[in-house]
Nanobody, 115 residues
Framework: QVQLVESGGGLVQTGGSLRLSCAASGMIFSTNTMGWYRQAPGKQRNLVATMLSNGVTNYADSVKGRFTISRDNAKSSVALQMNNLKPDDSAVYYC?????????WGQGTQVTVSS
């Protein structure tokens, strides 16, 4: 059974930092694409960052220079380091990844940035 479990969300003040982690199990990890998306109340789920198996990254313009995605293939995990957080970053953050031609989602973790 493929499973993604996020952790590390919480409440932080504007300008603060958080590190999200996502542990994958049952997934062919080293050759897949992993990513982080976020969804604020009443809005659609949007891309935050992705990382291909070769290490190539892609970021939403709104987080470039503040967020960094990384992965550890040996541990089947992906992380999102978030610095200089802003209230607009508040959302449920979802880890996702490809597995045998389909995209798999985690359950999400809440990030709230207070002003």
């Amino acid at each position: 059974q493929v499973q993604l479990v996020e952790s590390g969300g919480g409440l932080v003040q504007t300008g603060g930092s958080l590190r999200l982690s996502c542990a994958a199990s049952g997934m062919i990890f080293s050759t897949n694409t992993m990513g982080w998306y976020r969804q604020a109340p009443g809005k659609q789920r949007n891309l935050v960052a992705t990382m291909l198996s070769n290490g190539v990254t892609n970021y939403a313009d709104s987080v470039k220079g503040r967020f960094t995605i990384s992965r550890d293939n040996a541990k089947s995990s992906v992380a999102l380091q978030m610095n200089n957080l802003k209230p607009d970053d508040s959302a449920v953050y979802y880890c996702g990844g490809t597995h045998i031609g389909r995209w798999v989602w985690g359950q999400g973790t809440q990030v709230t940035v207070s002003s």
